[in-house]
């Protein structure tokens, strides 16, 4: 089993909609937790660092379930510009482990 | 701001041959990293040196050496290159450590192919 995974997509979703995808992670111990940004062919970038209680960094809101192992991403307000692939991010033990990325598309 | 840069951007090498990979950061990070990212999945760490002086195996160590020249440099090294080594190279440099709010910065990448 992968130490993250998520849905590949595309999320193909026109302006202004709301998109939101998961991710789920095996190890429970896991202490801290992230969502990078990259884009075509390009580096990953931080997105945000997702805290228990929930965070929002202006259209986008993180949020972590421990007990259930999952962490997910909204995107509010979409704009083309956050066409990109989200990649899930988990500090094991000082190890950080990267899910292969969800594809957002959005369109005009 | 240049940050991390990484040397070349791309190559093709057959098979068997040798060659490094650089990596550069002007931030005055302790750790540094190597990943390779394959097509469906993420990335995967290959070394990283969490100060200078110190290196350690990641994820995917097998077929890779690392040199962490000083602080600021941190080299990949492909003795004798295999086509399952054709990859995405990334670098990467953080403040300290790994977890936390240390983000890792990220260099644009080294797109390899091996023949």
């Known amino acids: 089993r992968k130490e993250v995974e998520q849905d590949p997509g595309p999320f193909n979703v026109p302006e202004g909609a709301t998109v939101a995808f998961n991710c789920t992670y095996s190890?429970?111990?896991?202490?801290?937790f992230f969502w990078y940004r990259q884009d075509c062919r390009k580096e990953p970038k931080l997105l945000m660092s997702?805290?228990?209680s929930g965070n929002e960094d202006g259209r986008f809101t993180a949020q972590l379930n421990r007990a259930s192992q999952y962490i997910s991403l909204l995107i509010r307000d979409s704009k083309l510009s956050d066409s990109a692939t989200y990649l899930c991010?988990?500090?094991?033990?000082?190890?950080?482990?990267f899910g292969a990325g969800t594809t957002v598309t959005v369109r005009a | 701001n240049a940050g991390v840069t990484q040397t070349p951007k791309f190559q093709v090498l057959k098979t068997g041959q040798s060659m490094t990979l650089q990596c550069a950061q002007d931030?005055?990070?302790?750790?540094m990293y190597w990943y390779r990212q394959d097509p469906g999945m993420g990335l995967r760490l290959i070394y990283y040196?969490?100060?200078?002086?110190?290196?350690d195996k990641g994820e995917v160590p097998n077929g890779y050496n690392v040199s962490r020249l000083n602080k600021r440099e941190f080299s990949l090294r492909l003795e004798s290159a295999a086509p399952s080594q054709t990859s995405v190279y990334f670098c990467?440099?953080?403040?300290?450590?790994?977890?936390?709010?240390?983000?890792?910065?990220f260099g644009d990448g080294t797109r390899l192919s091996i023949l």
């Open positions: 990467a440099s953080s403040e300290r450590g790994w977890g936390g709010e240390q983000p890792q910065h």
């Open positions: 190890n429970s111990a896991s202490q801290s």
């Open positions: 997702v805290y228990s």
């Open positions: 991010v988990v500090n094991n033990d000082y190890k950080l482990s």
């Open positions: 931030m005055n990070h302790n750790s």
């Open positions: 040196s969490a100060s200078e002086g110190t290196t």
